[in-house]
């Protein structure tokens, strides 16, 4: 089975730097999704990790370490935009399925 | 392209009734998915198919919830009888991407009174 821990919530200030943790335990492993949902609308796909380490995309950046089964979120030069929860999600052998974490609620304060 | 496309956006029911919702994929995606999602518990897969055929369908709560997908670009999820507890957002997803990311529709929140 999968297990997907990440924090419920975390606050943080425009124009400053948040790190979202994820850790995971799984019995396959096909790559480490990120989305971001605003409130009432759904998930959108941000970031795919497969290898060890870091991949930047613009203001966001994710980060992989498969044995130590653990990914970060980055998100630099916070936006009141950026507001919303962030969901981890681990795709497993079978296909394509996805296992979601529960997401973490950013709340960026001016 | 118009995304994933799913119907109704809204649908208000009592207890006891059908309630069929629909979802259209991407064109040329070949995987689909329904998903369930609430406060308590989260964005839940409920069934995927692949290249129209049910792959896994352990998400599937109960007897009362059934899916099908008669082709490519259509599938429904049908709820009979609808109870309160069945009241969530439910996304339709299909993936098809560079990373064969999935790609969600606008979901339907279904409200059963």
């Known amino acids: 089975g999968q297990n997907i821990d990440q924090p419920t919530e975390m606050t943080a200030t425009e124009g400053a730097i948040v790190q979202i943790n994820c850790t995971y335990q799984?019995?396959?492993?096909?790559?480490l999704f990120w989305y971001q949902q605003h409130a009432g609308e759904a998930p959108t796909f941000l970031s795919y990790?497969?290898?060890?380490g870091l991949e930047e995309k613009g203001r966001f950046s994710s980060f992989l370490s498969r044995s130590k089964g653990y990914s970060y979120l980055l998100l630099k030069e916070l936006q009141m935009k950026d507001s919303a929860s962030y969901l981890c999600?681990?795709?497993?052998?079978?296909?394509?399925?996805?296992?979601f974490g529960g997401g973490t609620r950013l709340m960026v304060k001016p | 392209d118009a995304g994933v496309i799913q119907s109704p956006r809204h649908e208000v029911t009592e207890m006891g009734q059908e309630v069929t919702l629909r979802c259209k994929p991407i064109?040329?995606?070949?995987?689909l998915f329904w998903y369930r999602q609430t406060m308590m518990r989260g964005l839940e897969l409920l069934i995927y198919?692949?290249?129209?055929?049910?792959?896994?369908d352990s998400g599937m709560p109960e007897d009362r919830f059934s899916a099908k997908m008669p082709n490519a670009s259509f599938s429904t999820l049908k709820i009979q009888p609808s109870e309160p507890r069945d009241s969530a957002v439910y996304f339709c997803?299909?993936?098809?991407?560079?990373?064969?990311?999935?790609?969600f529709g606008p979901g339907t929140r279904l409200t059963v009174l």
């Open positions: 997803a299909s993936s098809g991407g560079a990373y064969n990311e999935q790609f």
């Open positions: 990790n497969v290898l060890d």
């Open positions: 999600a681990v795709g497993n052998n079978a296909g394509n399925m996805l296992t």
């Open positions: 799984t019995s396959g492993f096909n790559g």
């Open positions: 064109s040329g995606h070949n995987s």
């Open positions: 198919f692949n290249n129209n055929v049910p792959i896994d």
